[in-house]
């Protein structure tokens, strides 16, 4: 099968959507099949022996740290020249706007994937009188697919009332070979709690942005001189956020990839999450597969993942100090312990094959009979 992926982002940036795409990729080249990529041109070209064509990328001016692409009419002539079985647009936006434009065009099958809940962000960005606007923009867009798929059920369920078409949930994956608690390493425990070993280390690992509500972790530093900081990640907010925590025991280090990343999480005792604007938050699989507690928000897509009192502990964004009285819960030692234990024990057997192995059973039957097989694959999400 020939599969084309027009996404949005693509390495070398990191975050949810790449991890997820980059490991469907690989299964799907393992499996036999051809891919090809078309992605905002960031330097890389290629990638497990698919091609990458680039688009010039550049940067918005109200995020200034990401370049994306724009829609462009050459879009037409790559679908064309590769002649896919089947076109997969990942967070149609601006660059995959076009491609879902032109696959529609030319008639071939169509997959597009929801990730990032853009219309809840314009609350952190001031620009909360476009929602309407937006949801009306995202709509048309992945209404002219074949098919939809999000990552979690809450999110399903708020796209069909948003008016969204035939949209299916997009099981989790993890990576529970690389993600491991045996990955812990002293070097990186001192690098992470700047030099403060013994005390508790919290972490953070994301984009930073102003949605993330990362400046609340501030108030735990300052009510217990138990804990310490780590900020894995980078983004627009980084600069408001190192003179937010100044003064507090935090570290910054960037983005970190691989082995790094995954030492990081193994060195650390508790992951934090406070962010309600997730379609699934991706970070909170990772560290429970490297053994590691989780605090977030009590939202839809965390409670599908984490069992309140059994792998972390959510607390009530409507409940002031929440947050701060949660995560000093793990001042018990015991407590931490034995929902580290269980948080690695509930995420051990997730691997990636299986949720590639569903993208690409619904690649094989949006090339056959749609409508068909879309009942199908409905029938299945039923079980």
């Not at 939809?148 to 009332?161: A, K």
């Not at 690695?344 to 993208?359: L, Y």
């Amino acid at each position: 099968m020939k599969i084309l992926v027009i996404t949005e982002t693509f390495l070398p940036s990191t975050d949810g959507v790449v991890t997820r795409l980059t490991n469907s990729i690989r299964y799907f080249i393992k499996a036999g099949h051809q891919v090809q990529i078309i992605a905002p041109d960031l330097g890389v070209y290629e990638f497990e022996g698919a091609k990458v064509i680039g688009v010039k990328a550049t940067r918005l001016f109200f995020y200034r740290s990401k370049e994306f692409a724009m829609p462009t009419s050459k879009m037409k002539k790559i679908i064309q020249a590769y002649d896919p079985d089947v076109v997969h647009v990942v967070n149609p936006a601006l660059l995959g706007a076009s491609g879902v434009y032109y696959a529609k065009k030319l008639g071939y099958p169509l997959l597009a994937s929801y990730h990032t809940q853009v219309p809840k962000y314009a609350d952190y960005y001031h620009l909360s009188i476009f929602k309407g606007l937006l949801w009306w923009y995202f709509r048309k867009l992945h209404n002219q697919a074949d098919l939809n798929l999000c990552t979690s059920q809450v999110v399903h369920q708020e796209l069909l009332e948003q008016g969204f078409k035939n949209v299916h949930v997009w099981k989790r994956g993890v990576d529970t070979a690389l993600y491991h608690p045996r990955n812990y390493k002293e070097s990186m425990r001192e690098k992470l709690t700047n030099g403060q070993v013994s005390k508790k280390l919290l972490l953070y690992v994301g984009r930073l942005a102003p949605e993330k509500e990362i400046e609340k972790i501030k108030h735990v530093l300052k009510a217990s001189d138990q804990f310490a900081l780590a900020i894995v990640g980078d983004g627009p907010h980084r600069e408001v956020l190192e003179r937010h925590f100044r003064g507090t025991n935090t570290v910054f280090t960037g983005f970190m990839h691989g082995e790094e990343l995954s030492s990081a999480y193994a060195s650390s005792d508790v992951f934090v999450f406070p962010s309600t604007t997730e379609t699934l938050g991706l970070v909170i699989t990772e560290a429970m597969a490297s053994g590691l507690p989780i605090v977030a928000a009590k939202s839809g897509p965390t409670c599908e993942q984490i069992e309140d009192g059994e792998t972390g502990l959510l607390y009530d964004q409507h409940i002031e100090g929440d947050f701060t009285r949660t995560i000093l819960q793990f001042e018990d030692e015991t407590l931490r312990r034995r929902l580290a234990k269980k948080a690695r024990e509930e995420i051990a057997d997730m691997g990636w094959d299986t949720q590639s192995k569903q993208v690409l059973d619904i690649y094989y039957d949006l090339t056959g009979d749609k409508q068909a097989n879309i009942s199908k694959i409905e029938k299945g999400n039923e079980q």
